[in-house]
């Protein structure tokens, strides 16, 4: 080694310790193998570590202001691929408050005499329920797979179009049977949004921003759901039997502008870093990144990005880490796995539900028809207010912060909805109705929300679309048991629990507050190298905000990585270099 290259290293120990294992040991073989010496390599490895460093402290220290003006583009294209959530919670609130719906029991329910009406059966109404979330499941599964091998915007788009198609067999079902196999197949189609909106809007986003575009998911879910009961307040006043054919008619306004904005947008760097394709990466940051005062040529902090998405990639892979589903649950990577899956199981049990089915339970407990609707109009508003505020949140407090308090809230609001639904008078039903829009504004200011932050922060960046896949997946086989529980709660012809089912959730929602206290961690304004290493070295989750990880620490990586894997990611870095020079 040069006496140049010693001077360098006096001033770390740590490192030239972790150096020579790297180049003592393995020498002679890398002078075999490669026309670089050992000092050039590690120069240069040297130098990418300190560029990456670099570019995760630039991450961590920008201020909101700053990076709305650096990444406007990705604001953007993250919001136009969230979009597609619109759809899902139109179609979602639409089934749940069509059951309430006088045309259309009419059409696909039985006639009760003991209530002078129709009714949709609660086997069907759980049927129809169970089958919307099954497949999703599917849906799930295959975008899970498909997502890691082509990409984000490849897997989302055959799911928008196909979804034009598959509405036609909503609008046209003579049946029930015809119509919950509607629900079966849009679910497949739309287990793909799910994931991959809150996933892009992850990897696009630096710190500063990603709690932003990954709770609009939120707002998309909380505005369909919002549409939904609009159209179905419009529509309750017709007379006509075929009316609510109006209602699943609107849904074909989305895909076809939805499919166009996700065909422009640039791919996640994350994705095709991951699948070596730097060029493609750099090309994609430059259309995510402008120029601004903050920074006047983007082209100079490309290049760190890049570099830095590489060594977290590449240091993942040296910690044997591979990239299947059993790989989600080894090592540090199951604690990962563990905190997205409960904290998304736990938005589905807390009593989330009750929304799902508000405009079916306020007329349960007593309410008119028309003045369900308008209560259910007024709570999705309030959810939209609500998601909102936990931007201005976010602000002051962390995640962590936030969805603790929001289950000991909701909670509490619950146990008070149960106590209500004990009495059978006027004034208990409009106290249900008030504690439901109450707590629909808590759930989206809290918990609503910042899972969809939480969830794609923890993983790995190798695991992550197949670690938030899982989650969903836990969350909708909870959905389904939770539909199967909740029509027979709420309906007369079933247990006939209604507001009563409080105290169930309210139950569940004080054990995921216990549960959060222990195993969620802060990862408020932590980028993904520093979740990397702060799982890694297994800081307690309440220890997470205040530790101080060393991340890209140069020799500490050269051990992991070994003579080999230094070279290969110094060939792809000089591979892109010479492909920029020969495009010049």
């Not at 050992?38 to 130098?47: A, G």
């Not at 949709?120 to 919307?132: L, N």
């Not at 990603?210 to 549409?227: D, E, H, P």
């Not at 992550?464 to 029509?487: C, D, E, H, P, W």
């Amino acid at each position: 080694m040069s006496s140049d290259q010693v001077e360098v290293y006096n001033g770390d120990k740590h490192l030239m310790e972790h150096v020579s294992v790297v180049s003592e040991a393995d020498e002679k073989a890398t002078k075999a193998s490669t026309n670089v010496d050992v000092d050039d390599y590690i120069s240069k490895f040297l130098e990418m570590s300190e560029d990456a460093k670099a570019d995760d402290q630039r991450e961590k220290t920008m201020k909101l202001s700053e990076g709305f003006r650096t990444f406007p583009k990705a604001i953007a294209w993250s919001l136009i691929l969230s979009t597609a959530l619109i759809m899902e919670g139109y179609d979602t609130n639409l089934m749940t408050s069509f059951f309430a719906y006088p045309a259309f029991a009419k059409k696909f329910g039985d006639y009760y005499p003991d209530i002078d009406g129709y009714e949709i059966p609660a086997r069907w109404q759980t049927g129809i329920s169970m089958a919307y979330n099954c497949g999703q499941l599917i849906g799930l599964f295959l975008a899970g797979i498909y997502a890691d091998i082509v990409g984000y915007r490849k897997t989302l788009m055959p799911a928008l179009a196909i979804s034009v198609g598959l509405i036609f067999i909503q609008f046209f079902a003579p049946n029930r049977e015809v119509l919950l196999t509607s629900y079966v197949l849009l679910g497949i189609n739309w287990g793909s949004y799910q994931t991959i909106t809150v996933t892009y809007a992850t990897e696009v986003a630096p710190a500063s921003l990603r709690v932003y575009l990954t709770t609009y998911v939120n707002v998309c879910w909380v505005f369909g759901q919002l549409i939904s009961s609009g159209v179905i307040k419009g529509i309750s006043t017709m007379d006509d039997p075929e009316s609510y054919r109006i209602a699943y008619a609107i849904q074909w306004v989305w895909p076809v502008p939805i499919l166009i904005g996700v065909f422009l947008a640039p791919e996640s760097p994350y994705f095709l870093v991951k699948k070596g394709r730097l060029q493609e990466a750099k090309h994609s940051l430059s259309r995510l990144l402008s120029n601004n005062k903050y920074l006047p040529d983007k082209s100079l902090v490309i290049d760190s990005m890049i570099t830095k998405i590489q060594l977290i990639v590449r240091e993942e892979g040296s910690l044997n880490e591979g990239t299947s589903f059993v790989d989600c649950f080894k090592g540090t990577n199951f604690r990962r796995t563990r905190i997205s899956a409960l904290t998304w199981l736990f938005q589905s049990i807390t009593g989330s539900t009750l929304m799902g089915y508000s405009t079916y339970f306020y007329q349960q407990a007593g309410l008119a028809t028309s003045m369900s609707f308008t209560f259910s109009i007024i709570q999705y508003c309030l959810g939209i207010v609500g998601t909102f505020g936990s931007w201005f949140l976010s602000q002051k407090l962390g995640r962590f912060t936030i969805y603790f308090y929001g289950l000991c809230t909701m909670c509490v609001l619950l146990m008070i909805t149960g106590g209500l639904g004990t009495s059978d008078s006027k004034s208990a039903s409009w106290g249900i109705g008030s504690m439901l829009l109450i707590y629909t504004f808590v759930y989206d200011l809290t918990v609503g929300p910042m899972c969809y932050c939480i969830v794609p922060e923890m993983p790995s960046a190798k695991l992550r679309q197949k670690t938030v896949m899982l989650s969903r997946f836990l969350y909708n086989i909870a959905g389904i048991i939770v539909s199967i529980l909740s029509n027979y709660m709420l309906n007369p012809t079933g247990w006939n629990w209604k507001a009563k089912s409080g105290f169930l959730w309210g139950g569940f929602a004080f054990i995921a507050a216990v549960w959060a206290y222990f195993e969620l961690p802060e990862t408020r304004n932590r980028t993904f190298a520093e979740l990397d290493k702060l799982f890694e070295d297994g800081v307690s989750a309440r220890k997470f905000k205040h530790t101080i990880p060393n991340t890209f620490d140069a020799g500490e990586m050269m051990q992991k990585m070994g003579n080999q894997g230094v070279k290969d990611i110094i060939n792809e870095r000089e591979h892109v270099e010479f492909a920029d020079d020969e495009s010049k």
